[in-house]
């Protein structure tokens, strides 16, 4: 079933960052500088993520997300993902990544038999995709996509991080450009987890978004059918004229705080029952340790930390790249 935790809500998906570094500098995820990557030595084996998804799935985790920094640029992480699927054939198993790197190993990926995949897509116009990313060509991610598509790889959605004055007047054109080749576009209101890289004035609520997908859908209170993914945040709306779909995740505006079903463990081995607060319960000496017994009691001790509702928490530390978004 699941952890239940102090206010009732069952844990059963875990967001696993296997590493803390990026080939992007995205705006809203680290400072232009990059973010000092952790020590080799400080950071999970693939057989200590292996061990902890043990305990994980005896504690009732039903669902693993494979997160960075871009899970990609760690040695290893394609063959990575087949040899988990073969311990865990049972698993939900998903992936985040930029894409950039997703031609490169797609067909290795699609033998994993991934649950879903998750891409970053914030603007089709490569000029712009350049400047969010600091480092990004946005030909890297088409191929990419291009791949994973080819490849069978299931369940691919697209996320767009709403900004106003960046994206927000692109948001037709990208649902369209993901319906067109049978993915699920996901539109994100932007979180204050930094106040340096995060700003109200670029604040774009759920209510907006919908005015701005009106051209190609029925996104009216009558109009759209709603429906909340299991084991997720979004809240996916079905235009009732073509039957076609769209995600939005309304971390801000309307949250999902008393259904959130996740914890998060960073590349270093630390847990957060919250993203938006920064205090971490350590597993990392209990996990090489091979210590069960200790990992479950410090497990448990970091859901219990969970808080009523991310504002309750918000503490303004913290970059995703290190956390894993």
């Given at each position: 079933m699941g952890i239940i935790d102090n206010r009732g809500r069952v844990i059963n998906y875990a967001r696993i960052s296997v590493t803390d570094r990026c080939n992007y500098r995205c705006v809203y995820c680290m400072p232009e500088e990059g973010v000092k990557p952790r020590p080799h030595d400080d950071i999970m084996r693939f057989e200590d993520i292996v061990w902890l998804s043990r305990i994980l799935v005896s504690l009732g985790i039903r669902h693993i997300r494979f997160t960075g920094g871009e899970p990609l640029v760690r040695r290893g992480m394609a063959?990575?993902?087949?040899?988990?699927?073969?311990?865990?054939p049972g698993l939900g198993v998903s992936m985040t990544t930029n894409a950039s790197l997703l031609s490169r190993f797609a067909g290795a990926i699609a033998r994993a038999r991934l649950s879903g995949m998750n891409v970053s897509l914030d603007t089709l116009d490569g000029g712009k995709f350049a400047g969010m990313t600091r480092l990004g060509d946005i030909s890297d991610v088409m191929s990419g996509l291009e791949s994973a598509a080819e490849c069978g790889i299931p369940n691919i959605k697209t996320n767009t991080v709403v900004m106003r004055g960046f994206n927000e007047y692109e948001l037709p054109d990208i649902v369209k450009f993901s319906w067109n080749r049978g993915f699920i576009p996901r539109m994100i209101e932007f979180m204050p987890l930094r106040g340096d890289l995060w700003g109200r004035e670029k604040f774009v609520p759920s209510g907006e978004i919908f005015e701005l997908l009106k051209p190609i859908g029925d996104w009216s209170a009558e109009g759209r059918g709603r429906e909340k993914a299991a084991g997720g945040p979004a809240k996916y709306y079905t235009d009732a004229l073509t039957g076609l779909k769209v995600g939005v995740i309304e971390a801000v505006s309307n949250h999902f705080c008393s259904e959130c079903n996740r914890l998060r463990i960073t590349a270093a081995g630390n847990m957060r029952a919250c993203l938006f607060n920064s205090e971490e319960t350590p597993?990392?000496?209990?996990?090489?340790?091979?210590?069960?017994?200790?990992?479950?009691?410090?497990?448990?001790?970091?859901?219990a930390l969970k808080p009523k509702k991310w504002n309750d928490a918000a503490d303004g530390e913290g970059h995703m790249s290190d956390i894993g978004g």
């Amino acid at each position: 079933m699941g952890i239940i935790d102090n206010r009732g809500r069952v844990i059963n998906y875990a967001r696993i960052s296997v590493t803390d570094r990026c080939n992007y500098r995205c705006v809203y995820c680290m400072p232009e500088e990059g973010v000092k990557p952790r020590p080799h030595d400080d950071i999970m084996r693939f057989e200590d993520i292996v061990w902890l998804s043990r305990i994980l799935v005896s504690l009732g985790i039903r669902h693993i997300r494979f997160t960075g920094g871009e899970p990609l640029v760690r040695r290893g992480m394609a063959d990575f993902l087949v040899s988990f699927r073969e311990e865990f054939p049972g698993l939900g198993v998903s992936m985040t990544t930029n894409a950039s790197l997703l031609s490169r190993f797609a067909g290795a990926i699609a033998r994993a038999r991934l649950s879903g995949m998750n891409v970053s897509l914030d603007t089709l116009d490569g000029g712009k995709f350049a400047g969010m990313t600091r480092l990004g060509d946005i030909s890297d991610v088409m191929s990419g996509l291009e791949s994973a598509a080819e490849c069978g790889i299931p369940n691919i959605k697209t996320n767009t991080v709403v900004m106003r004055g960046f994206n927000e007047y692109e948001l037709p054109d990208i649902v369209k450009f993901s319906w067109n080749r049978g993915f699920i576009p996901r539109m994100i209101e932007f979180m204050p987890l930094r106040g340096d890289l995060w700003g109200r004035e670029k604040f774009v609520p759920s209510g907006e978004i919908f005015e701005l997908l009106k051209p190609i859908g029925d996104w009216s209170a009558e109009g759209r059918g709603r429906e909340k993914a299991a084991g997720g945040p979004a809240k996916y709306y079905t235009d009732a004229l073509t039957g076609l779909k769209v995600g939005v995740i309304e971390a801000v505006s309307n949250h999902f705080c008393s259904e959130c079903n996740r914890l998060r463990i960073t590349a270093a081995g630390n847990m957060r029952a919250c993203l938006f607060n920064s205090e971490e319960t350590p597993l990392l000496p209990a996990i090489r340790e091979r210590d069960e017994t200790a990992s479950r009691e410090a497990i448990l001790r970091g859901i219990a930390l969970k808080p009523k509702k991310w504002n309750d928490a918000a503490d303004g530390e913290g970059h995703m790249s290190d956390i894993g978004g």
